[in-house]
C-alpha cells in the first residue's frame, strides 16, 4: 500500500546523532512526514583500478533514530555520488552497500557525466554544488531524465545563508526552467542545523523565486519527492511495482439506489394509474380485433370439401 504521504525533504546531510535528533525533531514540528539523512561518496579522484574493496561506505544506522521517534516520521538512507564521467559505473556495479540505501543522488562534474545520469545511471536524484553550477543540462536528456522518473534537485539553506549561493542556487532554477519547465524539481533543504529548516508552506513561497509556478511549488516538496521514493524501493526491490491505493468514496451515483430510495412504495398512484391506462388500452385493442373479425366475410370452401 502507498504510505509514503506528506511533506518530504530528501536531504539533511549526516552528522552526530544529538545533531540529527534536533534537526528531525524541528521537522516534526514544521509538518515534515518523510527525511532522507544525506552520505556523500566522491569518485573524482579515484579510477576504477584502484577499487579493491567496496568503496560506497555503509549506510547510517537508522534504528536508534527511529526507535526515539517511534514513528512520528519517516527517515531513509541516501547516497549522493560525486562522479565525472561514466567510469563510475564500473565501481558502482561492483558494490554491494549501494543495495542498501533508500535513495541515490547523482552529482556530476562533466557535461559527460550529466549526460550518463540523465540517460543511463541508475539514480533518482541529479544534484548540484557550487563548482557544477553553470553545466548545461540538453533539453533530450532533461526530457529523457522525467522519464525515467528522475528528479532534478534545489538546496534552499545554503542560498538563505550565502549571497553567492543564493545567486548560484537561482540561476540553477532557472536553467531547469529553460531547457525543461522545471518538470520534475523538488527541494531540498540541506539543513545542518534546526535554524535552517523552513516550514513547507514558507518553501512553497520561495519556489516562486526560483522559477515554479503555485503548482509546481507544492509538488516539488511533497508530490515529486514522494514518487521519488515510490520508484526508489521499485529500484531496491525489483523493475515493476504495484502501489495499493484506497479508492475514494463517491459522494454520488446514479446507478447506486441509497436506502431510503429503497424503501418508498413503488405501487404508487401514478404508476397504477398508468397501468391500469396501459391495460384498458391493451382490452381496447383486443375488443377492436374481435369486431373486426366477426365482420370479415367467411372463408370460401374448396369444391372437394363436403
Do not use: W
Not at 17 to 38: M, P, S, T, V, Y
Not at 125 to 134: A, C, D
Not at 150 to 157: C, T
Not at 238 to 247: C, F, N, P, S
Request: hydrophobic share 35%.
Amino acid at each position: 500500500m502507498n504510505h509514503i504521504t506528506g511533506f518530504t525533504d530528501l536531504c539533511i546531510p549526516q552528522a552526530n546523532r544529538a545533531q540529527l535528533e534536533a534537526i528531525i525533531r524541528e521537522a516534526i514540528e514544521l509538518g515534515f512526514h518523510n527525511i532522507a539523512i544525506e552520505q556523500e561518496l566522491d569518485l573524482t579522484n579515484s579510477g576504477p583500478s584502484a577499487n579493491k574493496d567496496d568503496v560506497v561506505p555503509t549506510p547510517y544506522c537508522l534504528q536508534d533514530l527511529k526507535a526515539a521517534f517511534q514513528g512520528q516520521i519517516r527517515l531513509f538512507n541516501r547516497l549522493t555520488i560525486i562522479f565525472g564521467d561514466a567510469l563510475a559505473s564500473l565501481v558502482l556495479n561492483r558494490s554491494s552497500n549501494i543495495r542498501s540505501y533508500d535513495l541515490i543522488a547523482a552529482l556530476p562534474t562533466s557535461e559527460s557525466g550529466m549526460t550518463y545520469a540523465c540517460q543511463t545511471m541508475h539514480c533518482n536524484i541529479i544534484t548540484y554544488r557550487s563548482n557544477t553550477i553553470r553545466l548545461r543540462p540538453n533539453r533530450k536528456f532533461y526530457y529523457l531524465a522525467v522519464d525515467r522518473n528522475i528528479a532534478f534537485e534545489l538546496k534552499y539553506a545554503p542560498a538563505i545563508l550565502s549571497p553567492v549561493e543564493r545567486k548560484d542556487t537561482i540561476n540553477c532554477a532557472h536553467r531547469y526552467h529553460s531547457f525543461g519547465k522545471s518538470k520534475n524539481v523538488v527541494i531540498s533543504s540541506s539543513a545542518k542545523n534546526p535554524f535552517e529548516l523552513r516550514s513547507p508552506y514558507d518553501i512553497a513561497n520561495l519556489g516562486l523565486i526560483f522559477g515554479l509556478s503555485e503548482e509546481q511549488s507544492k509538488e516539488a516538496i511533497r508530490g515529486v519527492p514522494n514518487r521519488i521514493l515510490l520508484a526508489a524501493e521499485g529500484r531496491r526491490f525489483g523493475k515493476a511495482g504495484v502501489v495499493i491505493t484506497r479508492r475514494p468514496k463517491l459522494t454520488e451515483d446514479s446507478d447506486d439506489y441509497s436506502d431510503s430510495e429503497l424503501e418508498e412504495d413503488v405501487s404508487g398512484s401514478d404508476e397504477s394509474e398508468d397501468v391500469g391506462s396501459i391495460v384498458q388500452a391493451l382490452d381496447g385493442k383486443d375488443a377492436e380485433e374481435q369486431d373486426v373479425e366477426q365482420l370479415k366475410p367467411p372463408k370460401k370452401k374448396a369444391k372437394h370439401e363436403v
